[in-house]
């Protein structure tokens, strides 16, 4: 099932976003907000030093690094296959 993706284009407005949410998600270099049925994103590249440093200061209680992501049928399977 596609997904619509809401670039967000400065640190602050995503800040606004982010201080309402539960999670948010590094997968380097993007930040993904899954909030309700919506999902923002941030390219941290687009960003400058400062801005970045701020950022990650004020939602590191927040952040998941994602290390990878799979496709699976069932949890079962991803069980199976990984061990």
């Given at each position: 099932?596609?997904?619509?993706?809401?670039?967000?284009?400065?640190?602050?407005?995503?800040?606004?976003?982010?201080?309402?949410?539960?999670?948010i998600?590094?997968?380097?270099?993007?930040?993904?907000?899954p909030?309700?049925?919506l999902?923002?994103y941030?390219?941290?590249?687009?960003?400058?030093?400062?801005?970045?440093?701020?950022?990650?200061?004020?939602?590191?209680?927040k952040m998941?690094?994602?290390?990878?992501?799979?496709?699976?049928?069932?949890?079962?399977?991803?069980?199976?296959?990984?061990y």
């Amino acid at each position: 099932m596609p997904i619509e993706l809401i670039e967000v284009k400065d640190a602050v407005s995503f800040y606004r976003i982010a201080k309402n949410a539960n999670i948010i998600l590094r997968a380097d270099p993007i930040l993904i907000i899954p909030f309700y049925r919506l999902t923002f994103y941030i390219d941290t590249r687009k960003l400058g030093e400062e801005e970045l440093k701020r950022l990650f200061q004020n939602l590191s209680n927040k952040m998941v690094y994602i290390e990878g992501i799979k496709i699976v049928d069932t949890l079962k399977k991803f069980i199976e296959d990984r061990y």
